[in-house]
Each structure stands twice: as structure tokens, then as C-alpha cells.
């Protein structure tokens, strides 16, 4: 007679356990519970209607989307690590959805499980295409709902769509094999991100592995869509470095959405967004490539106008800095520690700040916006909004300590309403950008307008050919009459 064998019920649930050759479990309710629930796991449930008299049932659509794993930050960034993320909508093998597509040449399209879902090890080129694809997506969903939230409620277009040009933006997460940097490309319709060996550094870095750098880039691929002329470097230095930071702003924003990043960046400074925070340093990882402590750049500074020339990089980190400054002074109004947690403040403030900051550009001139023309948009907004006066009091100190805008009254006083300041530090006329510190999208050859280099001088040859034909024409007309003038003279003589 065969020995009974007695396996706990726990042990069956956990599966921690190696069971026996034909043991069969007994059909506890606790089994049959375990077993209804595995199985619900692997179809899609039923909906459920609970009727109640006098209240009409409701049937939950099934939820779409997928469900990705990426990075929080960079894998430097160790104390983040990877995140779940939910993308609403539907995803396909790439991964790929109407408005963005990987399309990296040597790494296998990415299939969903069968969930649905693109679940992947970390630092494999396969989750390198997941983690790049969920924060061009996330960035674009952020930006698009708040267009969706304001009066126009159009979709947010890439740069080359048309009636008949639908085209998603190509991602391409290792696009520049050994490259130390990242780019947007109209031309390609694309980004690509390089990957690099650093002195001292054992692994390879890969620049799409960065929350910061892909949130960057995407940045410039949207505002690319809405101010085309503003990418070109024949604009002023001032709408160059709007470009330039609104690439560094969307870094922040997006990591401001996600309530895990928000609760980090709170944990870490105590609530004090002046204290060193992931949240301001920009792109960690390759920032120690370069042997910087607070990353590629740092939105938590102090620089001015008047200190940074036509140097673009510099620049750019001047707006950035004046709207991280109105996040922290914001944050700071809004805290009421004793009644809401931070962090569900801080999502919220971000969530404005993005939102006012997205609608002030998009409302700036389509040519040659300054800074000036921005801080006045948002002034205005935030009044439309009914924000307290206190927004725009912050708004305009920090840009005038900025050096972009004249107050015209003390600081001290509330701003006026319908007010419009006058910029204090402007671009000199005919100064041109320069570009040299600034991320690949910027430095990229098709955005410095050259053709138009090369059309200003076949023009002025046509000119000046145009010219010096009518001038010749005009002797050759002059020589002519006056040799059939010289016969009639001479008969006349004799």
C-alpha cells in the first residue's frame, strides 16, 4: 500500500515545492479558488453586471493597450531602476502604433506576450526598442492631451504630415553606432540615438537607454510639428535656445507625470526642489562620461541673458532654469503638507506648469519668438486661467532675474492685469546662433538652412548677371546709334 503523501497547501499555491510523480491535490475550496483565479489569467474575463434595483448596469469595456517595462531614469540612476508602464491604445509587433514606430535595422521586431504586453530584460537590444518606443509615447500622449484640453483639440502633428502624409516618426534606438550623441531628423523622419565606449567606464552607454535623452529629442520632433521655422539656426539665438530647452523641459514634464518618478524626487529632496534631484540634472549617465556631476546639464541654475551670448546651449539653460525656479516656487505656494501629500502636489503643479508653458509657446510668434514673447504668454494664460496672482508674480521675478523681461514696477507688487513687459536683454539684429555645445538635433546639417546659403548666392550671381547684361545692352545700343548717326553728319559736311 502506497505511503500517503502529505504536501502543504501553500506549497501547492506558491508552487515552492517539488511534488510528487501523480500526486493529486485534494479539491480544498482554498485549490479550487487558486485555480479559478490562474485561469482567469490566461483568457480574458467576462464583464460583470450587478444589477441593483433602481440603478442601471454598466458593462466596463475591456481595456487596450500594453503594458512595458523601461527605465525610470538611466541605468546609472541605480536607486530608480525599471518601471511597469501602462501605453492606452493599440501596440503592435515593433513596437509600433499609428504615430510612432521602431524600426531599428539588425534588432528583431518586438512581439507582445501573450498578454498583449512587451516584457523584457533589461540592457538587451530588444528592451532598448521597448524603453525607447514608451517614452516617445508617453511624451507625445502628454502633449497631445494638453492640446486635446484646450480650445483647438487638434492632434498634434509631426512636422511632414499632411491631408495625404500620415507617416509616424521612425524610431531607431542604436541609429548611430558609435556616436556620442542623438538626433531629430525632418528629413529622415526619424530619431536615432548613438551608442559609445567612455575612458573609464566598462559598459557601453547607449544614449536611447536615457529617460532624459529621449525625452529630449522627442521634444524637439513635437515642437518641430507645431513652429517649423523655429529649428532653423537662421533664427535668432533666443528661439534657437527655446528649442534647445524646450527639449530639456519635456525631460522634466514627462518625469513629472509619473507619480513613482514624483514620489522619488520628493523622498530625495525632502521636498525641496532646490536640493540636488534627479529631477534637474539632466541625462546622468552620459554626463559622468564626461565627468560631470550633475549630468549633461542642470535646470536648477542661475544663469542670466546677459551672460550667455549667442551660444545656444548657454541659453537655452536660462529659460529652463526661470520655469524650473516657478515649478519650485509654485510647489512651494501650493504645499500643505498637513492636509495633502507632497507628491500628489507636486504631479499636479507639473501637470500645470507643462501644460501653461506648452500653450504659451504654441501662442508665440511663428518667426523669431524671444523669450520675452513667451514669459508675456504665459502671464497672460495664467490670468485667463484664474490662477492666483501669485503665479504671475512668480513668473515675472524669476524672468526678470533672468534678465528677459523689464517688471516696471518692483517686485514686490502684484503684476497687473493684461499686462505686457518689455524684454530687457535682446538678440542683436543679424546675430547669428551658435550652435557647437548644443544636443545633434541642433547641429544637424539640414537645419542650418544651408541651401538657402546656397540660393542667396546663386541669386545675387543672377543679379548681378542680369545687371551687367542690361548694362552691355545699353553700350551696345548707345555704339550703335552713334555709328548710324556718323554718316548723316558727314554728308551734311560736304
Not at 59 to 66: I, K, L, N, P
Not at 230 to 254: N, R, V
Request: charged residues 20%.
Amino acid at each position: 500500500m502506497d505511503q500517503k503523501v502529505i504536501v502543504p497547501v501553500e506549497a501547492v499555491l506558491t508552487k515552492c515545492a517539488v511534488l510528487p510523480v501523480g500526486y493529486v491535490p485534494t479539491p480544498s475550496a482554498t485549490f479550487r479558488e487558486h485555480r479559478k483565479n490562474a485561469d482567469l489569467t490566461g483568457r480574458p474575463a467576462k464583464p460583470r453586471l450587478k444589477n441593483v434595483e433602481g440603478v442601471p448596469a454598466r458593462v466596463t469595456a475591456a481595456a487596450v493597450g500594453a503594458r512595458v517595462l523601461m527605465w525610470k531614469q538611466d541605468p546609472s540612476v541605480e536607486e530608480m531602476g525599471t518601471r511597469k508602464a501602462f501605453l492606452p491604445g493599440v501596440v503592435l509587433e515593433g513596437p509600433r502604433d499609428a504615430r510612432v514606430a521602431s524600426g531599428q535595422p539588425g534588432i528583431a521586431p518586438v512581439s507582445p506576450n501573450a498578454f498583449g504586453d512587451f516584457i523584457l530584460s533589461p540592457n538587451t537590444d530588444q528592451f532598448d526598442a521597448v524603453h525607447t518606443f514608451a517614452v516617445v509615447r508617453q511624451t507625445l500622449t502628454m502633449y497631445q492631451r494638453v492640446l486635446a484640453a484646450g480650445d483647438s483639440g487638434a492632434p498634434l502633428p509631426w512636422a511632414w504630415n499632411t491631408a495625404t502624409n500620415t507617416d509616424p516618426l521612425q524610431v531607431f534606438p542604436h541609429g548611430l553606432p558609435n556616436v556620442m550623441n542623438a538626433y531629430y531628423s525632418r528629413t529622415d523622419r526619424a530619431l536615432k540615438f548613438g551608442d559609445f565606449m567612455a575612458s573609464g567606464i566598462p559598459d557601453r552607454i547607449y544614449t536611447c537607454r536615457s529617460f532624459d535623452i529621449v525625452a529630449h529629442e522627442t521634444g524637439h520632433a513635437v515642437l518641430d510639428g507645431l513652429k517649423p521655422r523655429w529649428i532653423l539656426s537662421s533664427a535668432p539665438p533666443q528661439t534657437g535656445g527655446l528649442h534647445e530647452s524646450f527639449g530639456d523641459l519635456t525631460a522634466i514634464f514627462l518625469a513629472l507625470s509619473q507619480m513613482d518618478q514624483v514620489e522619488a524626487a520628493i523622498a530625495q529632496t525632502k521636498a525641496d526642489l532646490h536640493d540636488k534631484t534627479f529631477l534637474a540634472d539632466m541625462a546622468e549617465q552620459f554626463g559622468l562620461a564626461l565627468g560631470r556631476t550633475n549630468g549633461l546639464r542642470n535646470a536648477d541654475n542661475d544663469m542670466t541673458l546677459a551672460e550667455t551670448g549667442n551660444e545656444v546651449h548657454a541659453i537655452s539653460q536660462v529659460f529652463t532654469g526661470a520655469v524650473y525656479d516657478i515649478l519650485a516656487d509654485i510647489f512651494s505656494y501650493e504645499r500643505q503638507p498637513g492636509l495633502e501629500d507632497d507628491a500628489a502636489v507636486l504631479h499636479r503643479v507639473g501637470a500645470y506648469l507643462c501644460s501653461l508653458t506648452m500653450r504659451a509657446l504654441v501662442a508665440a510668434p511663428d518667426t523669431a519668438a524671444t523669450y520675452a514673447d513667451v514669459a508675456n504668454q504665459m502671464l497672460r494664460i495664467a490670468e485667463a486661467d484664474g490662477k492666483p496672482v501669485d503665479y504671475r508674480n512668480f513668473i515675472r521675478n524669476r524672468f526678470t532675474l533672468r534678465q528677459v523681461v523689464v517688471p516696471g514696477v518692483p517686485l514686490t507688487d502684484d503684476v497687473q492685469t493684461n499686462v505686457t513687459l518689455a524684454p530687457k536683454v535682446v538678440d542683436l539684429p543679424e546675430a547669428m546662433q551658435d550652435r557647437r555645445a548644443c544636443c545633434g538635433t541642433m547641429n544637424h546639417a539640414e537645419y542650418f538652412d544651408l541651401e538657402g546659403v546656397l540660393e542667396a548666392e546663386r541669386q545675387a550671381l543672377a543679379r548681378w548677371c542680369q545687371q551687367s547684361y542690361s548694362g552691355q545692352r545699353g553700350e551696345a545700343k548707345q555704339s550703335q546709334q552713334q555709328t548710324q548717326q556718323a554718316p548723316a553728319t558727314a554728308a551734311g559736311h560736304g
